[in-house]
C-alpha cells in the first residue's frame, strides 16, 4: 500500500507564511513526479506546483514568486514553501505523486493525501 500524508497548513493572516510537507510511504518502486493541488470552496482542483524527478519545476502563474517546492528523493517527501499568502490562497491543499509502486510490474499510478486546510484572512 501506498500513502501520502500531509502536515502543516492552518490559519494566517495576509501576507503571511506557511509551509506544508508531505511524505510518501510504502512500497514505493520509483517516484515519477510529487506536488500540491488546491481546491477552493465551488472550484476546481488546480494544480499549485510539481517537481518531476530529474525535471523542472512547474507553478501555477498565481504562486509564481510567492511558493516554493522542493522535494528530498532519498526521503519521498515534498514541501512547499508559502510566503505572502493571499485570501485568494484559501483552500484544501492535497498532496499528490505519481509513482510506481513495487506490486504493478512498472505500471505509474496517481495518489493523493487527505488533504489540509490553508486558511487565510484578510
Known amino acids: 500500500q501506498v500513502q501520502l500524508v500531509e502536515s502543516g497548513g492552518g490559519l494566517v493572516r495576509a501576507g503571511g507564511s506557511l509551509r506544508l510537507s508531505c511524505a510518501a510511504s510504502?512500497?514505493?518502486?520509483?517516484?515519477?513526479?510529487m506536488g500540491w493541488y488546491r481546491q477552493a470552496p465551488g472550484k476546481q482542483r488546480e494544480l499549485v506546483a510539481a517537481?518531476?524527478?530529474?525535471?523542472?519545476?512547474v507553478y501555477a502563474d498565481s504562486v509564481k514568486g510567492r511558493f516554493t517546492i522542493s522535494r528530498d528523493n532519498a526521503k519521498n517527501t515534498v514541501t512547499i514553501e508559502m510566503n505572502s499568502l493571499k485570501p485568494e490562497d484559501t483552500a484544501v491543499y492535497y498532496c499528490?505523486?505519481?509513482?510506481?509502486?513495487?506490486?504493478?510490474?512498472?505500471?505509474?499510478?496517481?495518489?493523493w493525501g487527505q488533504g489540509t486546510q490553508v486558511t487565510v484572512s484578510s
Open positions: 499528490h505523486a505519481r509513482l510506481v509502486p513495487t506490486t504493478t510490474r512498472g505500471l505509474e499510478f496517481a495518489y
Open positions: 510504502g512500497s514505493i518502486f520509483k517516484i515519477n513526479v
Open positions: 517537481i518531476p524527478t530529474g525535471g523542472s519545476t
